[in-house]
T-cell receptor, first 114, second 112 residues
Framework: GAGVSQSPRYKVAKRGQDVALRCDPI?????LFWYQQALGQGPEFLTY????????KSGLPSDRFFAERPEGSVSTLKIQRTQQEDSAVYLC????????????FGEGSWLTVV | SQQGEEDPQALSIQEGENATMNCSYK?????LQWYRQNSGRGLVHLIL?????REKHSGRLRVTLDTSKKSSSLLITASRAADTASYFC????????????FGKGTRLSVIA
């Protein structure tokens, strides 16, 4: 596609429910990033893939968060047993280069845990 | 944790005026980037300035970088109502493979 596509755009989950957020990066982009953005804050890094390899997952806040990119294209961020503090916008971004270059963001998945 | 700190947190100006936003950071960088985010949308890349550059222009945008002071500024000239958005600086570290680190942003309101 022309840009980074994320789905769902909006998700309301009950506390304790599992959620899966999907990201379809720009075609051919080898690098893929997940960021979490709380209201009124800047994006906080979660994890980074280069092709199918997850090179950095230091930002994942707990072992309830899991990300994968099995074929080096589409990525899924899974949050198990959601908590209220997980409520945020989850932004996916991709880049044709390494992690120091320009990255292109999707519109985000807005997660509200009630 | 966020490395970049934007200043001011919020800025309100009249259409046609210039808007200046500042960003300070703590460690040596490879480059610094500015992004814009409209309400409810994703971030859009505006400009990248490398550590060996001092100034860069793109249309109505002017970015400066002072590595001795570990600071950058973004100037938007002749602002328009459509410039209303949040602006974030993001730093790429000089050493290692850390990802872009974003600041908390400046919320700019341009009043017509």
């Amino acid at each position: 596609g022309a840009g980074v596509s994320q789905s769902p755009r909006y998700k309301v989950a009950k506390r304790g429910q599992d959620v899966a957020l999907r990201c379809d990066p720009i075609s051919g982009h080898v690098s893929l990033f997940w960021y979490q953005q709380a209201l009124g804050q800047g994006p906080e890094f979660l994890t980074y893939f280069q092709n199918e390899a997850q090179l950095d997952k230091s930002g994942l806040p707990s072992d309830r968060f899991f990300a994968e990119r099995p074929e080096g294209s589409v990525s899924t961020l899974k949050i198990q047993r959601t908590q209220q503090e997980d409520s945020a916008v989850y932004l996916c971004a991709s880049s044709s280069r390494d992690r120091t270059g320009t990255i292109y963001f999707g519109e985000g998945s807005w997660l509200t845990v009630v | 944790s966020q490395q970049g700190e934007e200043d001011p947190q919020a800025l309100s100006i009249q259409e046609g005026e210039n808007a200046t936003m500042n960003c300070s950071y703590k460690t040596s960088i490879n480059n610094l980037q500015w992004y814009r985010q409209n309400s409810g949308r994703g971030l859009v890349h505006l400009i990248l300035i490398r550590s060996n550059e001092r100034e860069k222009h793109s249309g109505r945008l002017r970015v400066t970088l002072d590595t001795s002071k570990k600071s950058s500024s973004l100037l938007i000239t002749a602002s328009r109502a459509a410039d209303t958005a949040s602006y974030f600086c993001a730093t790429a570290f000089q050493v290692g493979n850390t990802p872009l680190v974003f600041g908390k942003g400046t919320r700019l309101s341009v009043i017509a």
